[in-house]
């Protein structure tokens, strides 16, 4: 599902669009909210960038249990559906448990889930200075040969931003992303470029222009956190890069008739 942002009284939030029912739409309508003022998410925005290795072979691995586990084809399809969204799942509910222990102290019933909010706690230190499941708007220009950014352009290689984005954890010193991951998958000790570009992102979107950017692998399957990357500021700097090329390729692949 695609995530919006807009601001309404100066407050960044997610958009959304309801259904003839009054229900949230699982699909956003691009042109509706362009013309709402509402603006695409860092994640959404960072996916040209296409699929890594490891979500690939994490992808392949479950094909290969579903076919193993079944008869025919059609049962193997139902049955890698069913484990994508199992495993998609298990990561939503352990972000869930780590946002509710950092904003009330309570801790989840689930063993792994609750490991996961007290080991993931531990590595960001004292919680009641900061935010978690924060969103944030922001619109301007970033500079795509240095990563500088801006509020005005000021040369052709200036690329337009405008993205919103919502927050594992943010302070005033501290910026962090959970990512839940498992060995089969993309494996413990590796971190990619656009989580850095999202990183990045975050931290100018917030504003916070000297804050550390962690991404901080939790073992979905344990709740153990088996890597924290902090990125250096070159690292973060070429991840502004990195995003304002997935801007700028967006914007060049929506002019090109298909």
Known sequence: MAHWYIEKNGIAQRYEQLTKKGEPSKRINRGKALKDGAVPGTTDTLKVLGSSDGLLHWVGALGIQAG???????????????????????????????EQYIKTGDLSDDPVERKASINAVACIGDVLHGWSEHCFVWRGYINILTGEHSTEKKGKEWIR????GTSDYVSDSLIADWKTVEDKGRGFRQSYAKEAAQCAMYRLGFGRHDAVCKNIYIDRATGDVVRVKEWT???????????????????LEERIEK
């Open 68 to 98: 193993l586990e079944s008869h025919d084809e059609d049962q193997a399809k139902e049955l890698l559906k069913e484990l994508r969204e199992k495993a998609a799942n298990r990561g939503t509910e352990i972000h869930n448990a780590i």
């Open 233 to 251: 500021e070159t690292e973060l700097r070429n991840g502004l890069r990195l995003f304002a090329m997935a801007v700028l390729y967006s914007t």
């Open 161 to 164: 931003v405008a993205v919103g």
